[in-house]
């Protein structure tokens, strides 16, 4: 058995324990969106036949070896690098940020009505109670970006709103006067597709806030022309310093 | 510095970990067709005629939903397999954005919006790759285009030895006919086909996610914000910009949700159009299979259609 096909079969095989280990040690929120679990695991299944196989195949290669083959080790060098960590800022910017300013985001119609269904049944249970006038709306991971979307889409009827939700404190450049984007990254696919959803925020005390630093941030809805558009803009009341959540994207 | 090398591996492995399970299906239905359809079929089945087989090409595209990765192996076993060279080119490029994920993807982003997005992606896509698969046949001789000048074709085959790839299987001739055919040895055929076509095109995935992942990190958002308005220039930079970060052609169109704000309609056609038809990673996919003239012939032809449809085109 020459060296190309030992470095073959190697390789194959580390790409299968990468792929499986990425999935079961949990580390693959951090790349991909969940649904390409299945896959990943399948393509890590098959790759471990690929290996079986050639263990018991007797048959010669006449391939050799290339300097250029060396690139297969890349992606096990990289891994390394990954080191439990997420996107920073500076990606953050290149890859755009939504704050509510475009009137369908990305999301399923489908999503969008359930998303409404929701804060509607949120209102009536407030509007039940006479003496509550403030509506609240409390955001979690799983109505993350269908609640961003329903309430740029419908800011009129939101305006007074409170809104209470976590995610992490943004600044640029182009964001001043005690002002920074509150939000979290978004994923369709995969990181490459990553965006960050979040709101304007403001707040007197925002000098305290460090950069992506997680908070939870309770605020009233108001509105402000940014860039040309009319967006959701949070009044700040309350700040609240958090742990970074175990799942940082929101899918 | 280290911060950058940390978010373009992020970004490199959630690319590699997102395209190796499309490659893997890529690799078995190639192999599968390898197996299954036999050398005599194709051209028993495929109309003469050219803009008929480059309808063929188009259907085939809805019927075999693959995204722009898988498309590649299964294009060149088709076209190893004996389709015709403008059939397996439209298959190539018409695929990735005909394909009813993708076609679903685009309705949820811009449906809403600006529905025409849509219908002009989709038909557009398939005129470009239609025409596209035309001039390159007309203008292309099959065997030229393989990078492997020892690929043998169809009816050399007989005679040599019975595998279209240069993998160096076990000759099928020698084997008798009841061995040939028995379910395990035809399993372990495909296995072996998908493992050698998998590690191939890997190496060529890799360094084309590299570059993507650099692109992606690299490149900033200000100088693509900065370019604002109608006109040629943002048609060229989207179109530029949806060539090197290589995203999949199932979420390329939720990216290019974030730019209606900034880009004409028309660009942003261009950059729905062009992402799933090339990009940096499938160049180097290309090039590691067919040889270079082809490529760049090839890529050349669908920047200049897509350039000149995305200008022409009211939206």
């Given at each position: 058995m020459n060296f190309k096909k030992q470095f073959e079969r190697l390789m194959i095989l580390s790409y299968a324990i990468i792929m499986l280990f990425v999935v079961f040690s949990g580390l693959i929120s951090q790349f991909v969106h969940p649904r390409m679990i299945p896959y990943i695991i399948t393509c890590g299944i098959i790759l471990l036949v690929f290996f079986v196989t050639d263990t018991f195949n007797k048959k010669v290669v006449s391939n050799r070896f290339v300097k250029s083959d060396i690139i297969y080790i890349l992606p096990i060098i990289l891994i390394f690098f990954v080191n439990n960590g997420d996107l920073s800022a500076i990606v953050i910017a290149n890859k755009g940020i939504n704050v509510g300013k475009s009137s369908t985001e990305n999301i399923e119609s489908n999503d969008i009505k359930k998303a409404t269904e929701i804060?509607?049944?949120?209102?009536?249970?407030e509007l039940k109670d006479e003496r509550i006038k403030i509506k609240k709306i409390v955001i979690d991971d799983s109505n993350y970006v269908q609640t961003i979307i329903d309430i740029s889409e419908n800011l009129d009827s939101y305006i007074g709103s409170?809104?209470?939700?976590?995610?992490?404190?943004y600044r640029d450049d182009s964001i001043t006067n005690n002002n920074f984007v509150a939000g979290r990254l978004t994923i369709n696919c995969c990181t490459a597709d990553a965006q960050l959803f979040g709101y304007l925020c403001k707040y007197t005390g925002y000098a305290q806030l460090k950069d992506e630093e997680w908070v939870n941030i309770t605020a009233k809805i108001?509105?402000?022309i940014f860039e040309g558009k009319k967006i959701p803009y949070l009044n700040v009341g309350q700040v609240k310093i958090i742990d970074a959540p175990k799942d940082e994207y929101v899918y | 510095m280290i911060q950058y090398?940390?978010?373009i591996s992020i970004i490199f492995i959630s690319i590699i970990l997102e395209a190796f399970p499309f490659i893997m299906l890529g690799v078995i239905i190639s192999a599968i067709i390898q197996e299954y359809v036999s050398d005599d079929f194709i051209p028993k089945v495929m109309p003469k005629n050219?803009?008929?087989?480059?309808?063929?090409?188009?259907?085939?595209?809805?019927?075999?939903?693959v995204c722009d990765c898988a498309v590649i192996p299964v294009a060149r076993r088709l076209i190893k397999k004996g389709i015709p060279l403008n059939v397996g080119v439209t298959?190539?490029?018409?695929?990735?954005?005909?394909?009813?994920?993708?076609i679903i993807a685009t309705i949820y982003s811009f449906g809403a919006t600006i529905p025409s997005m849509v219908i002009y992606r989709s038909l557009l896509g398939m005129a470009i790759a239609i025409v596209i698969g035309l001039i390159i046949s007309m203008t292309t001789k099959k065997n030229e285009i393989f990078l492997n000048e020892k690929v043998t074709f169809r009816k050399k085959h007989i005679h040599t030895h019975s595998c279209s790839c240069e993998c160096g299987q076990v000759d099928n001739n020698e084997l008798s006919q009841t061995n040939k055919n028995r379910i395990g040895n035809r399993l372990i055929r495909i296995i072996e086909h998908s493992k050698d076509e998998f590690f191939e095109i890997t190496k060529y995935l890799i360094i084309g996610c590299l570059i993507a992942s650099c692109a992606q990190v690299l490149i900033p958002r200000e100088v693509l914000i900065s370019i604002n308005g109608n006109g040629i220039i943002p048609v060229v930079i989207l179109m530029l910009f949806a060539y090197l970060i290589s995203l999949c052609s199932t979420s390329d169109s939720f990216v290019a949700k974030t730019f209606t704000s900034h880009f004409s309609n028309n660009s942003i056609l261009a950059f729905l159009l062009l992402g799933p038809m090339i990009d940096i990673k499938n160049t180097i996919v290309l090039l590691g299979n067919y040889n270079k003239k082809f490529v760049i012939k090839l890529i050349s032809l669908i920047f200049i259609?897509?350039?000149?449809v995305s200008l022409i085109v009211s939206i």
């Open positions: 804060t509607n049944e949120l209102d009536k249970v409170e809104i209470s939700f976590d995610g992490f404190v108001e509105t402000i | 090398i940390q978010d050219p803009i008929l087989g480059a309808l063929v090409g188009v259907v085939m595209g809805c019927l075999i939903p298959f190539m490029l018409a695929s990735p954005i005909i394909n009813p994920i993708v259609f897509i350039f000149i």
